[in-house]
């Protein structure tokens, strides 16, 4: 059957996104040699060699790199032209692919794609939580989840959640430790260091409008975020920690917050998309919804 040339493209990208002719003809139920027929057969239409192919590996050439980017692009806008009139109907429906770190992830996205599947049951959700950086376009996702401040790039930045940080411990250490009052008594108490932080020996307060820098110590280091949380609430130390992360614990009662006076600093998510024109229907319920989630009073 002769293919289109949006068929042709769409099977081009895919063998690109999938990195083999095999797993590309699996993910579109066809042949591995009707696969193969139809790029050589988009080649010799176009006039240009688009893939180096090898017994090991394929690989763009110049022209197909280019030519990839533009049907990522076609693709998206056929996408959409076909959500939207799902939309004109009344109905989500469609796939969303999201990424986001392991630890933020699985604590406070999860639970938003939870109660997200439960409004909008028919679309799907494709969820990749590790702490490496996908490419967007390259990896066809729809949305990734990322901790500011963001480099310099093409992408799309929407803020989802902004919150301050805050200096916690539970009521167990404060009952052997005086709770901090004054910016030189922070150095004096023992820290739960978080080793991935950009300077996990120093922390910036602000009062009054004046920014101090200050040194700090403990006895526990941790490169994870939940393990971190976990000997706050044992009793193990003292740490400045993201709101959203101790929320539930400070209504609970079981941390406690100190100098709430003072400026610790805040955090920003956003979710990063490739283009504003391209935003889906369901994209966009999905970054308005989870937005609410993390701001249930604020209506940001």
Known sequence: MMKTTSDNMRIFATV??????????????????AVSQQLKQLESRLGVKLMNRSTRKLSLTEAGQDYFHSCI???AEIQAAE????????QATGTLKVTCSANFGSRHIVPAIIAFKRRYPSIGIEVMMNDQMHELVAENIDVAFRLGPLPASQLVAR???????LLCASPEYFERHR???????????????????RHPNRINVGIDGKLVEVT???????????????????GLGIARVAEVDVREDLA?????????????????????Y??????THKLRLFLDFVQQWFNPDTGE
């Open 216 to 234: 700090v110590d403990g006895d526990v280091i941790t490169d994870n975020s939940l393990a971190r949380r976990q000997f706050i609430l044992e």
């Open 16 to 33: 690109v996104t999938e990195g083999s002719f095999t797993a590309a003809a699996k993910k579109l139920k066809l042949s591995k040699a």
């Open 73 to 75: 692009r076609v693709q």
């Open 159 to 165: 803020r989802v959640l902004h919150c301050p940080y």
């Open 179 to 197: 709770p901090p009052v004054t910016i030189e008594e922070l150095s004096q108490h023992n820290w739960i260091i978080h080793q991935l932080a």
């Open 252 to 272: 609970a009662g079981t941390l406690v917050r100190v100098m709430d006076d003072h400026d610790f600093g805040s955090m920003d998510l956003y979710g990063v």
């Open 274 to 279: 490739t283009d504003r024109q391209l935003m």
């Open 83 to 90: 959500e939207r009139l799902a939309e004109l109907q009344g």
